[in-house]
């Protein structure tokens, strides 16, 4: 079982950045994939961006690619996502998410959720 605690939403310009974390609980975080997914009110949830145990192999939406990094640190069970040169559009709920098996944009790939964060960027 693997509990994820998202931090670091708020409100930003358009332009501005912001820097999400999710820690992950228990001493197996370096076999997880993780990924960052979002949801807008009314919309279907997207998928963002997704990074490999070692955090070599990554994948990203070609709505955020250029814009956002996704990174993981191993020894402090935590993953990244450096968000810059944020768009109104970029308005969600970011949650991240853990996989034992691929590196994947799919959400159904994905066993554990953690609660979300607020990001909101006025125009």
């Known amino acids: 079982q693997v509990q994820l605690v998202e931090s670091g939403g708020g409100l930003v310009q358009a332009g501005g950045s912001l820097r999400l974390s999710c820690v992950a609980s228990?001493?197996?975080?370096?076999?997880?994939?993780m990924g960052w997914f979002r949801q807008a009110p009314g919309k279907e949830r997207e998928s963002v961006a997704a990074i490999g145990w070692g955090g070599i192999s990554k994948h990203y939406a070609d709505s955020v690619k250029g814009r956002f990094t996704i990174s993981r640190d191993n020894a402090k069970n935590t993953v990244y996502l450096q968000m810059n040169s944020l768009k109104p559009e970029d308005t969600a709920v970011y949650v991240c998410a853990a996989n034992k098996y691929r590196t994947t944009m799919n959400s159904s790939a994905y066993d554990y959720w953690g609660q979300g964060t607020q990001v909101t960027v006025s125009s």
């Open positions: 228990g001493r197996t975080f370096s076999t997880y994939v």
